[in-house]
């Protein structure tokens, strides 16, 4: 045993790098500064300082404090010999893309000013304006293009003046309030290389840091931004980017794991171009607060021309958006374990114009969409999932019309590329370490399933042994089984063991495109040939056997929800948004909702319970309407509550509170039974 434990050290010995040292970083020690050593008793003031020193084995230790700076990587670690930029207490060292700004010109009445040195107009950002962004005490404002449009809580960019104009919202005093100005993008990325990448590094760990007001338009940098091999992305906090949370491009063996992405302006974390990636232990919430439509981007993140690779065990929730979402080509990966809920505007998970991609044992609900969309995805196996409360437990959709590469003009006919197949191509050769046999398999991939058919297929996926209950419809698959077509064997499905339940009558087993609904598993079974041996069972009767793995997650879906046929009734005119999502979410938990007439219309305002609180929430129905409210609530306080989940408490003089309804939901927790409207006071 101790030869053993001898040869043991000896190996770790030859392996260690020979260069480790530790760097200190304390902004708030009265000695720092970026020309100390970086020790403990004289450290240094930036990370981007300690960044410009490490070497490989290195670890930058970086001390609590807000650092109000980009870091750009520029030096690689190697394997067994990692760059570790790391906080020192979890979430106590922050990374910030914004600065404090103080110095204001009035500009008339309730309109204020400020430099902006740096404000340039992106001629490139096709989707929407600058990333540069304005916060007052913690809240993002709304950007208007115009200064005419100038509303309380609204800023606009004079590129030509190099000035932002600001208003602030309705009684707040600039004079007393946090203004921050986000301007700065890849908080923690190597350097841009062109327009849309960063330069290539190895062996980079990033590890607790908080990271926070990211200003990237749709191509820029995310606040997390990397491309290379083995990166760990773990443990961080990231919120409130004007685009992405974090970004993954042309990388191989990388970890993302155990981060909260959330608050960002349309995605969480997006991937382009990877093999054998692990993305794990993630919270993505409340993205897309810029209200980008979701049929392009938004929500938890897309992954495109990624490879081999596990997304496990993550929660996606409160997003305007989808969950994950395979796009473009991505092949032989494993969706396992994730948990999907509580959004709109998109599908739990997803796999679109990919294939041969597996989702095992994901649990996915509340959805105003599919749960799962596997949708011109070949060869896709959805296993042991549950899907409940969605308007659509599993989609299969497709019905061999979507236009491929087939129909384009281009041709090969002397073995050239098309430009489809070239842009495939050069993705794929753009991951590190990537072996000319999975290069060749992928672009196998590309002709069967993009060039060859004359549409994209939905055929020869698999639904096995999956929970699928109490959805408006369980399945929704894009083929007229009453109609035989030439199309059929290219819109041709597999589903067996399967566990289907619906307490409406009205709800369907499945329902096909352009064809009759089945109300029961048996009509189903006769018209499609599937499900020989599925059956149908209340998952929640106590003599309902189930199997173990949807027994292991009994705890995810035993509690009922309001049905999205009966939270409509509701007539909640909720404009679509991260917040409107949370707010969807607390209505379809709470045991009583009761809507409170005011005379104002285009206010909406509902009673019902949030953790055990008789809560108030208001908003109005239309983007620009700013409304007042004057309540009387005949309590002496009440918890206001933003709309980004942050609690303040209020003392109210004989019980009334005056308030600003907008679009975003804000609430009123620990009120009483009685909710009165009173006139405006003077």
Known sequence: MRLRSVIVMAALALGAPGHAATIIVDGKAAN???????????????????AKRVQPGDTVLVRPGVYREAVTLTVSGREGAPITFQSEMPGAAVIDGADVVTDFRPEGPGVYSFAAPDLVKNQYASLGPNAEWVYINGEPLQQVTDRAKLTPAAFFSDYAAKRIYLAPAEGQDIRRATVEYAHRDGLISPEHRDINTVAPLDDIHIVGFTVQHNADWFEGRAAINFRGR??????????????????????????????TVEWCGNTGISVESNADLLEEGNKVFHCNWQRIDPGFDGGYGKLTGTIDSRIQNNESAYNFG???????LNTGNVLQGNVSHDSIGGAGLMSEISGDNTFLD????????AGILIA???????????AFNDIIGIHLRGNYTRQNDHASAESRPTGDFSPGEQNMRQGIESIPDISPTRVDAYMAKYLLYWRAPKAFMSNNDLLWENLLFDNANNVFEERDYSKPSPKDPFVNQLSDYNIYYSADPKASISFTYGGPGYDTLAAWQKASGQDEHSVFADPRAPDTRLPAWAEAKRALWSRKFRAW???DTLGLGLVNSPSAAEATARIMRSPDVRPITLSDRAVKAFLFTVDGQRTLGLWTTQVAARRPVHLRLNVPAVTYENPYDVQTPRQLANGRIALTATYLPIYLR?????????????
């Open 322 to 328: 989808f969950g994950p979402w395979f796009d473009i």
């Open 230 to 259: 083995r990166w760990v992305v773990q443990g961080n906090h990231v919120r409130w980017s004007s685009w992405r949370g974090m970004r993954a491009q042309a990388a191989s063996h990388c970890i993302i794991r155990d981060n």
């Open 670 to 682: 620990d009120v009483g039974p009685v909710v009165q409207e009173e006139r405006a006071r003077d």
């Open 376 to 386: 011109e995805s070949p060869g896709c196996v959805a296993e042991r999932n549950i």
């Open 565 to 567: 046929k009966d939270v």
């Open 32 to 50: 720092a500064s970026d020309a100390n050593p970086g020790t403990r008793e004289q450290p240094l003031k930036t990370v981007g300082a300690a």
């Open 362 to 369: 994901n649990v996915v609900y509340n959805y105003r969409d």
